[in-house]
């Protein structure tokens, strides 16, 4: 398994934001990861990237124990955070060399990134100037950077136009090919085009955890469901 959580708790003062929460994605997965704002996505997704701890619980990324070596974990973790926090002064080649660094890749994939996630005809531009579909594509190959075997996204389409958003997630779709894929949203579209599976968490807990194709075979349509489930 890429990623497994076995009743993973974690509390915020007296608010419980995940409650026991398992699951388990093999490699290759594409999983769309649904919920209400405050259902606790982004608290699991910070969790499993070992940038928050668990109060109970035990994640496994890529066979390992996240707490026996969470800078080995990071490095074959890639992770854009919700709001996507870029440094907005920096050109985007500066930004990539700093991230490469972090990661100790060669330089070489900086020119790479840059031509993978279509950012040549702005390559000059500081990250301040940059639209939001294109500052999206930075933190895309920030996170891409060093090959992650895992990719955790939490909502990369959110704020996006319409044509942005078809960029970008063919961009996902291309870039996640041969990766497990977590990627959280609100669009249940999207979860239709570029998902295998779909988890739904509410309250903290998991509410549902299906194959796409399973849904279609069942003939159950997403939204409908999500709504039944969360509401
Ligand atoms: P989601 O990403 O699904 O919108 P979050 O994981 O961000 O949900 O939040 C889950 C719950 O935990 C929410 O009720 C939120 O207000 C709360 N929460 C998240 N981060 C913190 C924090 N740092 N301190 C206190 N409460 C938090
Ligand atoms: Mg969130």
Redesign the pocket.
């Known amino acids: 398994m890429s990623i497994e959580v076995n009743k993973v708790s974690k509390y915020?003062g007296q608010?419980a934001?995940l409650k026991e929460v398992s699951l388990s994605i093999k490699e290759g997965d594409v999983v769309g990861f649904l919920?209400p704002?405050?259902?606790?996505?982004?608290?699991l997704m910070k969790i499993i990237c070992c940038y928050l701890s668990k109060d109970e619980g035990e994640v496994n990324v890529c066979g390992q124990n996240i707490k026996d070596n969470p800078i080995e974990t990071k490095s074959k973790i890639g992770y854009l955070p919700e709001h996507n926090p870029l440094y907005t002064d920096m050109y985007i080649k500066e930004y990539l060399a700093f991230v490469a660094g972090i990661y100790g890749v060669s330089k070489n994939r900086i020119e790479e990134m840059i031509s993978i996630t279509g950012l040549e005809k702005e390559q000059h531009k500081k990250i301040s100037q940059l639209s939001k579909g294109y500052r999206q594509r930075v933190g895309l190959a920030a996170a891409l950077i060093h090959d992650p075997e895992v990719l955790i996204l939490d909502e990369p389409t959110t704020g996006l136009d319409p044509n942005q958003l078809v960029e970008i997630r063919n961009l996902i779709k291309d870039s996640g090919k041969n990766k497990t894929v977590l990627l959280s949203t609100h669009i249940m579209q999207e979860v239709d085009r570029i998902c295998n599976r779909v988890i739904i968490i509410n309250k903290g807990q998991i509410v549902a955890d299906k194959t796409m194709v399973q849904l279609r075979a069942d003939n159950i349509d997403l939204e409908s469901y999500f709504q039944d489930l969360t509401k």
């Open positions: 915020y608010q934001a919920g704002n405050g259902a606790g996505k982004s608290t």
